[in-house]
């Protein structure tokens, strides 16, 4: 498994990637996301939005169905970029059960009062944060 700064990965593998993923927020990705690469191809994307000092908004988080069983190794490699990054903390939006259970197990924490990072009043999902250590 590969991390590759969206910007920099092959433009022929990217449209094929968004192709079947339209979902996918091509320009944010472009902007602050990395392509998740296995096997040759592209199968997850993310995107790691600095908010402010210190501060991370993982967002766009995705991985083919194909390559799930992968999700929470793709989460410590986020988790080991951030740090490269000097992140201090990390926010996340999950809006499935599954994804829940798997961010409490890698100490993710659940929030309950109103997120800096939340800008668009959407009420669905719940807010998790993550501090990074040194």
Not at 33 to 61: H, N, P, T
Not at 79 to 95: F, G, P
């Amino acid at each position: 498994m590969n991390l590759i700064a969206a910007h920099r990965a092959s433009e022929e593998k990217l449209d094929q990637f968004l192709v079947k993923n339209r979902n996918v927020n091509k320009a944010s990705l472009l902007e602050a996301g990395y392509v998740v690469e296995i096997a040759e191809q592209i199968q997850g994307c993310f995107s790691l939005e600095r908010m402010d000092e210190g501060s991370y908004w993982l967002k766009q988080l995705y991985i083919t169905k194909a390559e799930a069983a992968k999700l929470p190794v793709l989460l410590e490699a986020i988790l080991n970029l951030a740090k490269e990054q000097e992140a201090k903390k990390i926010y996340v939006r999950s809006h499935q059960p599954v994804v829940d259970v798997l961010l409490e197990s890698l100490q993710f924490h659940p929030q309950r009062e109103e997120m800096p990072v939340d800008k668009s009043n959407q009420k669905e999902g719940n807010w998790w944060t993550y501090d990074v250590s040194s």
